[in-house]
């Protein structure tokens, strides 16, 4: 029967954040397992990796995009066909937690206004906890007032890494039902 074969979807996921949140290590972490301390302003870049998430083979693109601000507007590439946005910020940096509610308003103007586009909430370099300025409290609240989840990852450690994509992939295909009711909870990198 055809229905066992897995079926291949394509989605492109766009990646945005202040500046040196750790966008491109969250990509290359997830996409290569791999961590650098070095830092290297992103213009822009597009990586692409296929995971197995139950049952359906996801080939994704994802978009690493330029550090944003309060002035920043996102590039054609991170605005056309993109399926679902990670908005990310750094849990030892405050500012950049207070640059998501801009970077999120900036998104919704691009989209003209879609406040139903799949996001989800990041919290990165949570190997740094000790030196934590943004408490998960305050995380919480505001990935509630945005309607989207919120998750805490390293790339330095790789924790949560997967997750990120994995819930962002969930938030995408939510109303579709194609991750729905397979019972299978688990995901295979390729
Ligand atoms: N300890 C720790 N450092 C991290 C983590 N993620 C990124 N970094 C460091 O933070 C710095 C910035 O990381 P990038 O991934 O280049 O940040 P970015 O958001 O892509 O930067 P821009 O492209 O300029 O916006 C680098 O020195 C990384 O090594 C993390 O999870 N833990």
């Given at each position: 029967m055809k229905g066992k074969e897995p079926q291949t979807v394509h989605r492109k996921i766009a990646i945005l954040g202040?500046?040196?949140?750790?966008k491109s290590s969250l990509t290359h972490s997830f996409v290569t397992g791999s961590f650098s301390e070095a830092y290297d302003p992103t213009i822009e870049s597009t990586q692409h990796k296929t995971i197995r998430f139950r049952k359906v083979h996801f080939a994704t693109d994802i978009v690493d995009t330029a550090g944003m601000d309060e002035y920043s507007r996102l590039s054609r590439n991170a605005s056309l066909g993109v399926h679902g946005y990670a908005l990310v910020f750094s849990i030892v940096s405050r500012k950049s937690f207070e640059t998501i509610k801009q970077v999120n308003d900036s998104l919704l103007n691009t989209l003209g206004?879609?406040?139903?586009v799949p996001r989800v909430l990041v919290g990165s370099m949570e190997d740094l906890s000790d030196q934590r300025q943004v408490s998960k409290q305050d995380a919480q609240t505001m990935a509630e007032s945005l309607g989207v989840p919120y998750i805490e990852c390293s790339a330095k450690t790789g924790e949560n890494v997967a997750e990120v994509f994995h819930t962002l992939l969930k938030e995408i295909e939510k109303d579709d039902g194609?991750?729905?009711?397979?019972g299978e909870g688990g995901c295979h990198i390729m």
């Amino acid at each position: 029967m055809k229905g066992k074969e897995p079926q291949t979807v394509h989605r492109k996921i766009a990646i945005l954040g202040y500046r040196a949140v750790g966008k491109s290590s969250l990509t290359h972490s997830f996409v290569t397992g791999s961590f650098s301390e070095a830092y290297d302003p992103t213009i822009e870049s597009t990586q692409h990796k296929t995971i197995r998430f139950r049952k359906v083979h996801f080939a994704t693109d994802i978009v690493d995009t330029a550090g944003m601000d309060e002035y920043s507007r996102l590039s054609r590439n991170a605005s056309l066909g993109v399926h679902g946005y990670a908005l990310v910020f750094s849990i030892v940096s405050r500012k950049s937690f207070e640059t998501i509610k801009q970077v999120n308003d900036s998104l919704l103007n691009t989209l003209g206004d879609a406040p139903d586009v799949p996001r989800v909430l990041v919290g990165s370099m949570e190997d740094l906890s000790d030196q934590r300025q943004v408490s998960k409290q305050d995380a919480q609240t505001m990935a509630e007032s945005l309607g989207v989840p919120y998750i805490e990852c390293s790339a330095k450690t790789g924790e949560n890494v997967a997750e990120v994509f994995h819930t962002l992939l969930k938030e995408i295909e939510k109303d579709d039902g194609l991750l729905a009711e397979t019972g299978e909870g688990g995901c295979h990198i390729m």
